[in-house]
Structure formats: C-alpha cells, structure tokens
C-alpha cells in the first residue's frame, strides 16, 4: 500500500497490491484486500476480499470470503459472512455458503430445504 488515511492492516501482504491512495479500510488476515483500490471496506480472514478490485464500502468476515471467480470485483456496499461467502451484485447481503444447511433467525430455526420450498410459495420477485 502506498498511503492513506485511517487503515487499519494486519497480516502478509495484506492491502499488499495497492498501489493507489485508499482510506479507511480494515484488512486483517493474510492476503486480505490484497487486489483492493476502493476505500471504506472491512475484510477480516486470510484472504477475505480478495478477488475485490475496486468495491468500496462493503464487509466481508470469515476466512477465503470474496475470494471466489464469481465475487463481483466492484461490489458497492454488500456484506459476506462466513468461509468462502462472496458477493454477486452490489447492495447483497450474504450469510453462509453452498453447505450452509441450517438457520436461525430471531430464534427461530429453519433448515435451506424450508426455505427453498418457502421462497418456492412465494414465487419469482
């Protein structure tokens, strides 16, 4: 990284390939942000964010999260929880993976099977 304002970077190569100014990001974990330019994003994980270019404002927690080919790599604020999670559209919110089987939300538990066959009720948007 060559400069900035209000980073916080821990880990090898971490931000690594910055070149550019980016303020106020949050990289810790190796290789975590390591192709980023845009500011004002947090990545906690060895990897995490990784395959982001050019995203601004978006978080991404857990380890290898962001890091998939399908990760849109200028993502604007969106938010991946959990190993491997990745964002595909700007304004996404995602929690778990492909294996992630089971939920609770409120307290409430429900398994993906409920939840496939509930947004099948509903149907398309």
Known sequence: MTGGDRNV???FDAMGSATSRIDECVAIGAYSLVNNTGGRNVAVGIGAGRQVTSG????????????SAL???????????????????????????????????GGVAFSKAQLIALLALLGPN
């Open 9 to 11: 970077v821990l880990g």
């Open 56 to 67: 601004t404002g978006n978080v991404f927690l857990g380890p290898d999260t962001g890091t």
């Open 71 to 105: 990760q849109k790599p200028d993502v604007i604020n969106s938010v991946a929880i959990g190993d491997k999670a990745f964002t595909t559209e700007s304004n996404q919110v995602v929690i778990g993976n492909n294996s992630t089987d089971a939920f609770v939300l």
